[in-house]
């Protein structure tokens, strides 16, 4: 019929438009990717995990630049995970039909639940970028890495030290102590000049 709209429904999944001019490479995975986004297990995993990614920083791999400051890395990765669960949620029920997450999906385009969304999502990043700033101007993270080293330096001299205590090498224990410290005075300078460099300061307009 003349003039007849033969646009596909408004809501109806790209998969199923763009599917017969995929490569057949392509067409295969399609059904398979289909398959996985309707597990729910799937989907937990997809929403838990990436929330899960701070535990190996912080408790597992014990990284001292997160260590310095794992509120700010929480919140910063929280928001990131925030912004990708809602990319995955407004984006994938239009190539994939999951009941589910079309619910989901109504719901988040509602205003009052976007707004919502959005203030949780730029509050997050703006604390993040806070502690950033903070940990900046005080050298947490510089802090971090030298009490490390320090840590490590001393845990082998006491095991030296008791060693050449229990050998009864007295002025060789001595002469470790004496060097323990030297570098815990070189230490201390080190961070009293790094205070010096970055002085606390009122911010001021002009």
């Not at 995929?22 to 398959?35: D, G």
């Not at 919502?116 to 970028?129: D, E, F, H, N, S």
Request: net charge negative; aromatic share 6%.
């Amino acid at each position: 019929m003349a003039g007849e709209d033969t646009r596909p429904p408004f809501g109806e999944p790209a998969v199923l438009l763009l599917r017969n001019n995929l490569t057949p490479a392509v067409s295969t995975f399609v059904p398979v990717l289909e398959k996985l986004l309707r597990s729910k297990i799937v989907i937990w995993i997809l929403i838990v995990l990436p929330g899960l990614w701070p535990v190996w920083p912080i408790f597992i791999q014990h990284d001292s630049t997160v260590l310095a400051d794992p509120l700010k890395y929480i919140l910063h990765h929280l928001g990131f995970t925030a912004c990708v669960l809602l990319a995955v949620v407004l984006t994938v029920p239009l190539l994939v039909p999951i009941h589910a997450l079309e619910a989901v999906k109504h719901w988040v385009e509602e205003p009052l639940t976007h707004g919502i969304i959005m203030v949780v999502i730029v509050t997050l990043a703006v604390v993040a970028g806070l502690r950033h700033g903070y940990n900046q101007q005080m050298a947490h993270s510089e802090h971090a890495k030298q009490f490390g080293r320090m840590s490590e330096l001393f845990d082998a001299a006491q095991t030296h030290l008791s060693a050449q205590l229990d050998a009864g090498k007295l002025e060789d224990g001595a002469a470790l102590l004496r060097e323990l410290g030297q570098e815990a005075l070189e230490e201390n300078g080190d961070w009293v000049l790094l205070h010096r460099e970055r002085p606390l300061e009122v911010p001021h307009s002009g």
